[in-house]
Each structure stands twice: as structure tokens, then as C-alpha cells.
């Protein structure tokens, strides 16, 4: 079954604790994309990547990292989390960026203490 | 820069009215696609439509339509007959084809409440 799967779905932290959230696609796409849902302010894209070792900066970059190092995985970093990181987070991929599904991962909500 | 907005935060309308969801988008390329997401109470985000800035021809998939017109730089979404399970958040994408940038950029959203 074609799918994107993120782990862990819940997790709640405390500030300054690094934490790894991974996503997971076994579509061989090559877009893969990260964002982050808040009340009143919807979807916004924190980074994504074209392809393997191609990452790039979306809207709200800041205290996140990412990496591509293989095709079907896309793990989103905080290194230091706090509180204003508390949301939910979704991943996605699609196998261009403009192709015309883009699948999503069931979210991870995430709580800072 | 790109930019979509959904005006309406909140709408609710009684079961079998129909209901309009209006989005509008700027941008500053020719090429571009938009989309529309919906959201239902579970939390998935479910892929609705996409639709290339070439292609102004209206979308209709069942009780779903979609009117793309560019020289408003809109595209709304009209759900005719509304049914209590099209009660979910629905959002408006924008991506840029021909920019350096691939970023994907949503609206807020709007929550529709069909009320039985």
C-alpha cells in the first residue's frame, strides 16, 4: 500500500531536548516536504527537498533541520525545541512538486513543555 | 511573493444547501498550479483537486466544483446539496512552476460545519 508514514504520531518534550521526527515514503517519490499546523494560521511548509542531498527552506525554517540522505526517508530535526514549537506536523510527498497528488503523513503532534 | 487567502474562517449552512469556498491567490508567475486539501475531523488531509494556470476550464466531480478564473485570481470551491460529512477544514494550495523556488504555499483554511 502506497503510503507516508511519520513516528513517532504523539510525543511531548521538554524544552531544550532534541528530538527526531521521522517520515517515511514507498511511493519512490522525490518531493518530500515538511509543515506544520496552528490554529488560525493553517499549513505552513518549514522545508522540503526535490531529491536526495537537495533540501531547501520553506516558510518557517527556524529550529529545524532536515535531511535526504536516502530517497524514501525525510526526518525533521529539532535540535533544541521550545515551547512556540508545540503543533501538529505533517509530512508529504509527491513524486514532483507540482504532480497532482501529494500524499500526506498522518501527522505527529508534538507538545513543548 | 505568493499568497492565498480564505477570506471565510468559519461557515455553516444546513444540510443539502449549497456552499461556496472562495480562495484567491496572488502570484507573480504565469505558470503555476493551485489546489484545494481537505481536512475532515480525523486530521488526514485529503488531496481534492489540482489545477494548472493553462487550464481555466470549471472542474466538476460529483456534488464538487471548482471555478478557476485568472483574471480574478481566484478559484473556489462550491459544494452543491452539502451532506454532513463534507464537515471538515478545506484548504487552498499555490505552487509556483516557473520560480526558483518549489515551495507550496496554503491559505489558513476555512471550517465548514454542515449542521443536520
Known amino acids: 500500500e502506497a503510503q507516508v508514514t511519520q513516528n513517532p504520531r504523539y510525543l511531548i518534550t521538554v524544552t531544550g531536548k532534541k528530538l527526531t521526527v521521522t517520515c517515511s515514503q514507498n511511493m519512490n517519490h522525490e518531493y518530500m516536504s515538511w509543515y506544520r499546523q496552528d490554529p488560525g494560521l493553517g499549513l505552513r511548509q518549514i522545508y522540503y527537498?526535490?531529491?536526495?542531498?537537495?533540501?531547501d527552506k520553506g516558510d518557517v525554517p527556524e529550529g529545524y533541520k532536515v535531511s535526504r540522505k536516502e530517497k524514501r526517508n525525510f526526518p525533521l530535526i529539532l535540535e533544541s525545541p521550545s515551547p512556540n514549537q508545540t503543533s501538529l506536523y505533517f509530512c508529504a510527498s509527491s513524486p514532483q512538486v507540482n504532480q497532482e497528488t501529494q500524499y500526506f503523513g498522518p501527522g505527529t503532534r508534538l507538545l513543548v513543555l | 511573493a505568493q499568497k492565498v487567502t480564505q477570506a471565510q474562517t468559519e461557515i455553516s449552512v444546513v444540510e443539502k444547501e449549497d456552499v461556496t469556498l472562495d480562495c484567491v491567490y496572488e502570484t507573480r508567475d504565469t505558470t503555476y498550479y493551485l489546489f484545494w486539501y481537505k481536512q475532515p475531523p480525523s486530521g488526514e488531509l485529503v488531496f481534492l483537486i489540482r489545477?494548472?494556470?493553462?487550464?481555466?476550464q470549471n472542474e466538476i466531480s460529483g456534488r464538487y466544483s471548482w471555478n478557476f478564473q485568472k483574471s480574478t485570481s481566484s478559484f473556489n470551491f462550491t459544494i452543491t446539496a452539502s451532506q454532513v460529512v463534507d464537515s471538515a477544514v478545506y484548504f487552498c494550495a499555490l505552487s509556483e512552476a516557473g520560480s526558483r523556488d518549489d515551495k507550496i504555499i496554503f491559505g489558513k483554511g476555512t471550517r465548514l460545519h454542515i449542521l443536520p
Open positions: 489545477r494548472n494556470s493553462f487550464d481555466e
Open positions: 527537498s526535490m531529491n536526495v542531498e537537495v533540501t
